[in-house]
């Protein structure tokens, strides 16, 4: 069950971009563009649901504040993005159009290596990373477990987004930042970029997945998934959970900045929209969807989940929300252990 | 000098000679594994403990007996750092406070415990549970690449052996009877090597031919380790005290009575508590 998956997301992530750039437009076998883009956004939704499995399927910690790490990495890639746009914005400034909209005159501080894509991207990872190493280690050394953790990440996004709101943070306010041009001197509107984008998110997907296994496999693994069986047991055996958990949501918080990292240069735009808690809570619903403590259920319900949205929001727009919550709804009634679950009955 | 300052002073001295600790090893040199003096706890008025006293012995294997709500397992969860009581002292060996470590602290300092309730890693195999627990470095990036050594790997197949399990070693825990995980949580104990045994209502659950052989485990422990066994069950406590053990009999939080089995039968603020009054 664990090679086919990887040999799926493989393929896939090469096969569409061949029949993308192989075939000419019109051909039977020519996909557009917009299927390119499209994976490209479901491999990252994909590490997203792999990053939430890990502390929930495996550690037992439902975080519903994922999408703040997310966005995180989002926007810092989002902020050299900006600074890649270089005088063609419309004020035809150095600094980003807001900020002479803001009549600002030099870069905040925290743009200070916004013209860097290494710099940026290390950011980009690093400060999700340290909000979740600060935020976690006081949440679990307070052992605050369950739904109440569920519910301050949550709050923790909310706050975040409305932080993000503002105009005075840097951050484009609601607009967030949009209209990139290109990456590293290239142009991000080329099939080419499109296509290296895309492969990138699915080498990303795997490399996380493989990680994500080794992991789980290990001891510290073992561990994890008995802090969530027995919690109380774990301490008496002298280890200290704090250090488990807490290095389990990190790693889970830097997957989901690297998702963020890759989703907007293709989809062009981070706004506090990604901030918002139906964005986090639908991250867990694909986990959920796909089968939680599995790592490949979760990608798989990434897929599913998100390409059942793409066709109802073509075919029945006001319709989709409905079938989300109906479909979480029936997985939380019928799957417990969601498609992975489905498939192992079928299997028997 | 003020008669204060002489106290305050005789107290420094012997601080400074015990030199107590809140981690590392604890130190036998008195003969004594664990001190407990005058422990009091209360929940919502409730006083669970109300000053309750005992030693127990290096090496020695103690039962403790008492009616529902003595207190048995509020004092497990003192010693094991699972409650703060409100006063009194818990010392491990002569030199470890119990009462300033945590509970993973406790656990590395050499105390291991066994839940009334059998608590086993559920979605683990055998082997991992005992592997887990076996003593090693218990840091979350040492995890991340430890592998068990031919030595710890030995260890397990005997422990395996030890528990009666070996044939079950690659099940899940979850799907193991009542009596299997009692027993696997008592070779997860062993596992950790630890210098005092904490059971709490080990027999529980399981068959009488199980019941024997854990008599017999526990009495193979006794002298390397230092043991305390609540239980509900006399013929096991019987088996397990023999003729010259002592038994402790707790009671609304106190100790009752102290002695062999056969004195502390005979005592009549024993029976009064347990046939009644």
Redesign the interface.
């Known amino acids: 069950m664990k090679k086919p998956l990887l040999i799926a997301v493989a393929v896939l992530t090469l096969l569409v971009p061949f029949l993308h750039l192989a075939f000419p437009p019109g051909h039977a076998l020519h996909l557009s563009e917009f299927y390119v883009g499209l994976l490209g956004k479901f491999l990252c939704f994909a590490i997203c649901a792999l990053a939430l499995d890990l502390i929930w399927g495996f550690g037992g910690i439902l975080s519903l504040g994922h999408g703040l790490f997310f966005a995180l990495g989002g926007y810092g890639m989002g902020m050299y993005l900006m600074r890649q746009i270089g005088r063609e914005g419309q004020y035809q400034s150095d600094l980003p159009d807001f900020m002479v909209f803001l009549n600002w005159k030099e870069l905040p501080w925290h743009w200070a290596l916004s013209d860097s894509l290494v710099g940026q991207i290390f950011l980009a990872l690093a400060v999700p990373g340290l909000l979740a190493a600060v935020f976690g280690y006081f949440a679990f050394r307070s052992r605050i477990q369950g739904v109440y953790f569920s519910i301050i990440t949550q709050a923790l996004t909310v706050a975040a987004m409305l932080l993000f709101f503002r105009n005075e943070t840097g951050f484009g306010g609601n607009n967030g930042f949009t209209d990139f041009k290109r990456i590293a001197g290239m142009p991000l509107n080329t099939p080419g970029m499109k296509v290296g984008l895309c492969v990138a998110s699915g080498v990303a997907l795997i490399a996380c997945y493989l990680i994500a296994r080794a992991l789980t496999q290990s001891r510290w693994g073992r561990i994890l998934q008995a802090i969530r069986d027995a919690e109380g047991r774990v301490r008496f055996l002298g280890y200290d959970p704090v250090a488990f958990k807490l290095s389990a949501y990190v790693i889970s918080a830097v997957m989901c900045a690297l998702a963020g990292i890759l989703y907007v240069p293709q989809i062009g735009i981070i706004n506090p929209g990604e901030m918002s808690p139906a964005a986090s809570i639908e991250m867990a619903i694909w986990a959920a969807v796909g089968g939680r403590g599995t790592l490949i259920g979760p990608v798989i319900g990434a897929f599913f989940v998100n390409g059942t949205k793409s066709v109802f929001t073509a075919v029945w727009p006001e319709g989709w929300l409905y079938i989300l919550g109906g479909l979480f709804i029936a997985v939380t009634l019928f799957l417990p252990q969601g498609l992975m679950g489905l498939a192992k009955r079928f299997k028997k | 000098m003020t008669p204060e300052l002489l106290e305050a002073g005789s107290e420094a001295r012997s601080r400074a000679l015990t030199r107590i600790a809140t981690a590392g090893e604890p130190i036998f040199n008195q003969g004594v594994a664990l001190y407990v003096e005058d422990l009091k706890v209360a929940f919502d008025g409730f006083q669970a403990l109300g000053g309750l006293s005992f030693t127990i012995g290096v090496g020695e294997l103690r039962c403790v007996i008492g009616p529902n709500g003595a207190g048995k397992t509020t004092t497990m969860d003192c010693i094991?750092g699972?409650t703060k009581p409100d006063s009194g002292r818990v010392y491990f060996g002569s030199n470890l406070d119990l009462r300033q470590m945590?509970?993973?602290q406790i656990?590395?300092s050499g105390i291991?415990?066994k839940?009334q309730k059998p608590?086993?890693?559920?979605?683990?195999s055998v082997a991992?549970n005992l592997?887990?627990?076996l003593a090693g470095d218990?840091?979350?990036?040492f995890?991340?690449?430890?592998k068990l050594s031919g030595e710890q790997r030995d260890r397990l197949a005997e422990l395996l052996k030890t528990v009666h399990l070996a044939e079950e070693r690659e099940r899940v825990a979850g799907l193991l009877s009542h009596g299997q995980k009692q027993w696997l949580e008592i070779g997860?104990l062993l596992a950790?090597d630890p210098k005092l045994l904490l059971l709490d209502e080990p027999v529980a659950g399981m068959t009488d031919e199980e019941t024997e052989r854990t008599a017999e485990l526990f009495l193979s422990l006794e002298g390397k380790h230092s043991l305390v066994v609540v239980e509900h069950d006399m013929s096991f406590v019987a088996t397990l005290a023999g003729a010259h053990r002592t038994v402790t009999v707790l009671h609304e939080g106190k100790t009752l009575a102290e002695g062999t089995m056969a004195t502390v039968q005979s005592d009549e603020k024993v029976i009064e508590v347990y046939l009644g009054r």
């Open positions: 094991t699972k945590n509970e993973q656990a590395r291991g415990r839940f608590t086993v890693f559920e979605a683990l991992e592997e887990l627990a218990r840091r979350a990036r995890a991340m690449r430890a997860m950790q």
